[in-house]
């Protein structure tokens, strides 16, 4: 299931890729690109053919901030955060000197739900998903600053920032048909929401499920590696062959400029 995807999503970037390129033989044929065999004998790629400089920056341990495995990394600012699967989430500065760590698990004023945090690098401000539809918000010195109230259900959302105070959100949406949403929010208030054009034909018929399992923590990074360790859904369909892969930490937003 996996390899057969693999090779539909290479098809689907090869064709992109050539539809920009345009690239032709001499008498005019389009060139046939041999998927199958490079996907079974992929190439090296060395770190030198796209970085032309690496620093190694060695995190500060002690007992109050070991980092274990399966650590997600992000850099805020002049900042290092590292969310750990002991349920911490460290500060580092810039030379890995630790700094604290950023709030807690708990259900209280200052808790979040995850250590699975997400920044705005041009205010600072770190969010967690808090117990109720609330953003657990903290400034870039690690400091409590409050919470946003999410104005809408916000099971199976990813998040994002547009402007310093505008959020954005995708919100998949598994079962039944009423597809995935964008919503644009500030503060308490959402400003406009629509379905994600396409995404009806991929919500799931609970009745076509033959199985499902969930896998956490060492059973999702053994076959999924580092993304999977917040969790996995596996679905099997009753159509033979058929199934679906659901990374719970993976984000359906990415942000340019």
């Excluded at 590292?82 to 460290?90: E, F, M, P, R």
């Excluded at 770190?126 to 117990?131: D, E, N, Q, S, V």
Aim: aromatic fraction near 10%; proline fraction near 4%.
């Amino acid at each position: 299931m996996m390899k057969s995807n693999l090779y539909g999503a290479t098809i689907v970037a090869s064709l992109f890729l050539s539809a920009c390129s345009g690239s032709k033989t001499a008498d005019g044929q389009l060139n046939v690109i041999p998927l199958e065999a490079a996907i079974d004998n992929p190439a090296r790629l060395n770190v030198s053919d796209c970085f032309s400089q690496v620093s190694y920056i060695p995190l500060e341990t002690n007992d109050s901030c070991l980092v274990g495995q399966a650590p997600r990394v992000q850099v805020i600012k002049d900042k290092i955060l590292v969310s750990t699967n002991q349920n911490q989430c460290l500060m580092f500065d810039r030379t890995g000197k630790f700094i604290r760590q950023v709030g807690h698990v708990g259900n209280d004023p200052g808790g979040y739900s995850d250590v699975y945090c997400w920044c705005n690098n041009e205010t600072g401000t770190i969010y967690f998903l808090g117990w109720g539809n609330e953003l657990v918000c903290y400034d870039q010195e690690g400091l409590f600053k409050g919470k946003i109230k999410i104005p809408f259900d916000a099971q199976g959302t990813s998040f994002s920032y547009q402007t310093d105070e505008i959020q954005v959100a995708y919100k998949q949406e598994l079962f039944g048909a009423a597809g995935s949403e964008f919503h644009i929010f500030k503060d308490n208030e959402q400003i406009t929401s629509f379905p994600i054009a396409g995404t009806e034909a991929q919500s799931i018929d609970p009745s076509d499920i033959a199985s499902m399992s969930i896998l956490r923590s060492e059973a999702g990074l053994e076959l999924y590696g580092p993304t999977a360790y917040a969790g996995v859904i596996l679905v099997d369909y009753k159509e033979p062959e058929t199934g679906s892969v659901v990374l719970l930490s993976n984000s359906n937003l990415w942000r340019q400029d």
